[in-house]
């Protein structure tokens, strides 16, 4: 859907417009002060809307999921567009919390493959806890909400980027969380250990749930894994890892607590931290740090693995540039 930038007189109406957004949910956003001024429509606008939202206007969406209230209103307005997309039912539980986003327990629609799915819902910016996403996000283009480049001569959305406007904000939020649904979907299609993505939205990533209803997958920093087993796994992640850098990518924040176990199969996720291996200044020292913290927990169960080496060897086979030693370490560590 497209919308008319002009109509509105700044981008806070901009946001409310395009955005649906409430009285309640305004408080997440900056106030102007200034009345939000909402385009008339037309009889026939208004019977279309309603006749191709039938779902929507019976208020049928259903939470089994009891959610906090500072959570309530931003689950909510975040799912629903999935609602009316016939993607899921129902919200049953929270699955986990994160310093960036909370994922939940779906029901699937029954015309879906999977029975589950795994929604991660963005928290409010002002609940977040990003810490050096500048460091991450050099060299990536800022994608719309369609996971489309937005090119530099776009005036009017690259200068609220850089002037760190409110619309400027939400462009980058947006680009943050297409870039997570954009390499799902390439790393799927290339057919590495990832979840399979079902749909985005503004403010949420829908993905093939990776468990069992009453027991989501562990992630590897909790599991102690079968000495028989723990090499094939190191193996398969070392793989992952490979096919990511061959494509010019890498995890950017990769460990123990983002890789998923569960019957017998490791699955990587978190992905908004993707990072370009020829177009970052600090791509090898995140590269680095990623097959270290994945060495560390592998050696804890019995692999024995030299990161360094690997990292090297790995390096060499599928970047053209060599390692920049005198590139900034803006906080990197293992830590982070």
Request: charged share 25%; net charge neutral; with cysteine.
């Amino acid at each position: 859907m497209s919308f008319d930038y002009d109509r509105y007189t700044d981008e806070t109406d901009h946001l409310t417009a395009r955005f649906g957004i409430t009285d309640e949910e305004r408080t997440f956003y900056q106030r102007t002060g200034r009345k939000v001024r909402k385009p008339k429509k037309s009889a026939q606008q208004i019977t279309a809307e309603l006749s191709e939202t039938p779902l929507a206007q019976e208020g049928s969406f259903h939470i089994t999921y009891t959610p906090a209230r500072y959570e309530a209103v931003w689950l909510r307005s975040s799912l629903e567009p999935f609602f009316t997309q016939a993607l899921i039912e129902d919200v049953l539980a929270l699955v986990k919390g994160g310093k960036e986003a909370n994922v939940y327990l779906c029901k699937a629609t029954p015309h879906l493959p999977m029975a589950y799915i795994a929604a991660k819902v963005y928290r409010p910016r002002q609940f977040r806890n990003l810490r050096n996403d500048k460091l991450y996000r050099e060299g990536r283009e800022l994608l719309s909400g369609l996971g489309v480049a937005i090119k530099d001569r776009d005036n009017r959305e690259m200068r609220a980027v850089r002037n760190k406007t409110t619309f400027g904000a939400e462009l980058t939020h947006i680009s943050w969380l297409m870039h997570e649904y954009v390499t799902l979907q390439r790393l799927h299609a290339l057919g590495a250990a990832t979840p399979q993505p079902v749909g985005v939205g503004d403010n949420a990533i829908l993905m093939d749930f990776i468990g069992a209803p009453n027991h989501a997958a562990p992630v590897l920093h909790g599991v102690t894994l079968p000495r028989a087993v723990a090499p094939a796994l190191f193996a398969e992640v070392m793989r992952n890892i490979e096919l990511m850098l061959q494509h010019g990518m890498i995890h950017g924040d990769l460990s123990a607590y983002n890789i998923l176990y569960w019957q017998g199969r490791v699955t990587l996720i978190d992905f908004p931290q993707v990072t370009l291996s020829e177009g970052n200044h600090n791509a090898y020292r995140i590269f680095q740090r990623d097959v270290q913290r994945v060495c560390d927990y592998f050696t804890t169960q019995g692999v024995e693995c030299d990161a360094g080496a690997l990292t090297e060897t790995l390096w060499a086979r599928h970047v053209r540039l060599t390692p920049d030693h005198t590139a900034r370490n803006e906080g990197l560590s293992a830590e982070e």
